[in-house]
């Protein structure tokens, strides 16, 4: 009873100020307060941000359109007849009902099921029945335009084949947004080659949505926690590698360069126990790289700000949309892809290859139990911080050793001053 009147008090009384102004030491309530869940979709998804919404391969004709999100918010993108592709909320104007019920489809229209309520491809209202009632009763006020009362529609920019979407209308290029650094890794797994869908996933994941982010801008772990990734030479210790983060710390890029499993030096093995001397592959052909990318790197994984992240793992192309739901929970929705000109025999090795990546991937899955055991500790031990220490030489930035956080700071960097926190 003691413990419960305590922690009552103290989220009555929390003031949300971080720690010592101390980017090393990472307060819990950023990952567990759903005050600061409801602020971050406030001033950060529904922000000045460039939100992933979808490939344009997904949406290649008139009418097309496929359902997806602004953080938790659901959206339509929708190809209209004059080639545009606009995005607008999923939420009648009428009664707030999800009217979209497809994943996705083509379509001239959108009937909302409660009350066939009609939109245009771009989100305008064109249609209300019984408008003007019946016999003279009833109906709407005579003053009511359709034209006053289209869904919520957000801005829209493509680059390369990836469409994203904004609650702002005052957001800089995507190209200045990602910055020059990130830009050009962007560029180089959308190398101008028109892409050609290969199939999605999703599944839901119990932990906050940020702590993918930082899965990914934490090259320490990838060589602790992954038996696959090390074994088999993917990212070990001493690979040539780097931990990207652009200019204002929100967006990152772990980029590293496969090397011979053969050649990793004996103290770094004794380090790793994730490594197991002896282990092959049944399918030698998993492991292929074939070269097809101008880029020195093998592997790059970008974390694009706010819910993206971009997954070019050898020949295994993806992308991955974070929809958070809530401090706790967030679903991840994956897309992958090859491009138009791929022979068979590419599109089968892009696929197989996918299994290192997705909901039970060989690297996956780790990852995923990791985030849940980070969120379970957070929730079950009340008024906690933990320690993002590595490479103190590097305060919040880009790092050239795997065994750093300071990407990790760089985002919180940008985190704080959007949050005013
Ligand atoms: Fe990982």
Known sequence: MTVKTTMQTANLMRDYVWPDDDLTVIPDWVYTDQAIYEREIERIFHGPTWN???LEAEVPNAGDFIRSNVGPTPVVVARA?????????????????????ELSGNTGEFICPYHQWTYDLKGNLIGVPFRRGMAGKGGMPADFKVQEHGLRKLAVTTHRGVVFASYSDEMESFPDYLGPEVLREFEATFDGRKLKVLGHYRHSL????????????????????HTFLVTFGLLVVGNRSLMLADGSGRHGVMASAKSDAKKIAGDAKKEMRAYKEGMTLNEPRFMDFIEEFDSEWSVTM???????????EMNTLGVRQIVPNGPHEFIMKWTMFGFEGDDEAMTRHRLRQGNLMGPAGFLGLEDNEAIKFVQDGMQRVPDGRHLVKLDPA???GTADTLISESAIRAMYKHWRAAMGL
């Open 81 to 101: 007849a004059d080639g545009s592709i606009n995005a607008f909320e999923n939420r009648c104007v009428h009664r707030a009902s999800e009217f979209c019920r």
């Open 206 to 225: 119990p932990g906050n949505w940020k702590l993918y982010h930082e899965n990914l801008k934490d090259p320490y772990h990838a060589t602790l926690l």
């Open 302 to 312: 970008a974390t694009i700000w706010p819910n993206l992240i971009v997954q070019r």
């Open 52 to 54: 992933y919404v979808a």
């Open 394 to 396: 590097q305060a919040a």
